[in-house]
């Protein structure tokens, strides 16, 4: 007799591994299928998806290692402390990076322990249907679930042309493995990946050139912020980012890769010793089952849901990186807890409109709600107050005060529309611009709220009080 299970998640990145947990705590009987071993050292399955094994948790490991060794060499002095023959043992880096990401993949397990998941290591994949069931393939054999949750996630984009061997022309997997740093560093894409891996190496003494093919340069964010960051990533600290390019041919060959791309009306030609590919991702639907069960797609190969998830089919829901919307860790596993919680029969709950966004370079960029371009592009009026970090103490203290905090509210109930930061530790501070935005908040209402002195948050008061001009400190 076929294992029976409330629910079945077919993939256990942040997604899925929620969904189950979440499922788990409400009393359902849960079983999760996960194949992928990434670069598990026994070849067991592990848990934790692309962002914990070869995205978020790893690159923001290596982030940090990086960012201590630029301090060290060239911020340390203001401080008065001065050290010589300082040296990056990029073996331990990523070392230290290996053991963040299997402690993490073994948390998630003695999760499953503690909430009676039962993980199905193989692939899942769609059977049939059966008398109120589903059928799940399972590596051969059929599990039968009550509820389907695809979480299958997504896959780095290749291009067409250059072969990714993950040694030489990497995507972000193979990025995140090198054994050293590359004299010559190439990046095909400035999006969030290409910035993040391109500042990592280089800070470890890479010189690295980042090719885009479109012409603005972080066209999702505000254009203030967006102007801030290229002065600071391509003035500051050196990164060579080219816009508007399009790239003719990639060959690779014993002395490294040679990248011929158009620039205007110029051909140009760059060699590199390594090459990252980061031109998005693509979600993962291939070999699922779909055509077995007549799981509904849309227009760009993504299972198609409604705004609580629910999919064409009975009972069979899809979250994370496999649905529309932006591919973030922490929308699929709201996504998650949602699909959860109505499973169950509760009042499950995801605001698409307040999900920040968070791109860990230095200084850090983080988002919520709109910009400014969409609000006039709307016709919405608003206000705007925008305050710098040179203007408080604890950055000044810091010693760090590149960027702002700038807040947008509706001009007629205050309401705040959209708070946009780029600063040192902007990925915190934006939560509670989130908390604000979730509950309908005004910018009265944070202009009202003590903050402690001296502290960042500070910033975000006086940008509240800046939307009334009546900021205190600038």
């Known amino acids: ?166 040694k030489i022309i990497c995507d972000n997997a193979g990025a995140l493995c090198f054994d050293k740093a590359p004299k010559r560093l190439g990046v095909i894409g400035a999006g969030v990946i290409g910035l993040e891996l391109g500042s990592v190496w280089k800070r470890l003494g890479s010189e690295v050139t980042i090719l885009e093919a479109l012409p603005d340069f972080l066209a999702a964010a505000d254009p203030a912020v967006a102007k801030e960051a290229w002065k600071v990533f391509t003035q500051k600290q050196g990164l060579n980012i080219q816009l508007g390019v399009k790239i003719n041919k990639v060959t690779q060959s014993k002395k490294g890769v040679t990248i011929d791309f158009e620039l205007g009306d110029e051909e ?48 069979v829901w899809a979250v994370g990186d496999v649905i529309r919307g932006p591919m973030l860790a922490h929308k699929g596993m709201e996504e998650g807890v949602m699909v959860a919680e109505l499973i169950a029969g509760q009042a499950g709950h995801v605001n698409y409109d307040a999900i920040p966004w968070v791109i860990y370079t230095h200084p850090e960029i983080a988002w919520v709600g709109k910009t400014e371009q969409q609000l006039k592009n709307e016709g919405v009026e608003y206000r705007t107050g925008q305050i710098p970090f040179a203007a408080n103490g604890r ?34 501070l934006i939560a509670e611009a989130v908390v604000a935005m979730e509950f309908g908040a005004s910018s009265e209402d944070i202009a009202r709220i003590c903050h402690a002195h001296p502290t960042l948050s500070e910033a975000m008061h006086e940008t509240a009080l800046a939307v009334d001009k009546r900021s205190l400190h600038f």
């Not at 760059?270 to 291939?286: A, H, K, M, Q």
């Not at 509904?296 to 198609?304: F, P, Y």
């Open 395 to 428: 950055a000044l203290g810091q010693g760090d005060t590149t960027g702002f905090i700038k807040m947008l509210a509706d001009a007629k109930t205050d309401r705040i529309l959209g708070v946009h930061i780029i600063g040192n530790n902007a990925s915190e």
């Open 1 to 166: 007799m076929a294992k029976q299970f409330d629910v079945v998640v077919i993939g256990a990145g942040p997604g899925g591994y929620v969904a189950a947990i979440r499922a788990g705590q409400l009393g359902l009987s849960v079983a999760c299928i996960e194949s992928q071993p990434y670069a598990d050292p026994k070849g067991e399955v592990r848990l934790g998806g692309t962002c914990l094994n070869e995205g978020c948790i790893p690159s923001k490991a290596l982030l940090q290692s990086s960012e201590l060794f630029e301090q060290a060499n060239h911020s340390f002095v203001m401080h008065g402390i001065t050290a010589d023959s300082i040296k990056m043992d990029v073996a331990t880096m990523v070392r230290r990076k290996d053991n963040i990401v299997g402690q993490l993949t073994g948390g998630i397990r003695s999760l499953f322990k503690k909430y009676k998941v039962t993980l199905l290591p193989g692939h899942g994949k769609f059977a049939g249907r059966g008398d109120d069931v589903w059928l799940v393939d399972v590596n051969g054999e059929i599990v039968e679930a009550k509820h389907v949750v695809v979480a299958t996630g997504s896959r780095a984009r290749h291009l067409d042309g250059i072969p990714v061997d993950n």
């Open 268 to 315: 140009k030609s760059l060699e590199v010793d390594r090459l990252i590919v980061s031109v998005g991702r693509i979600p993962n639907t291939s070999n699922l089952g779909i055509e077995t069960v007549d799981l509904k797609l849309d227009d760009r190969g993504r299972v198609d849901v409604d705004g609580h998830c629910r999919t064409n089919l009975p009972n």
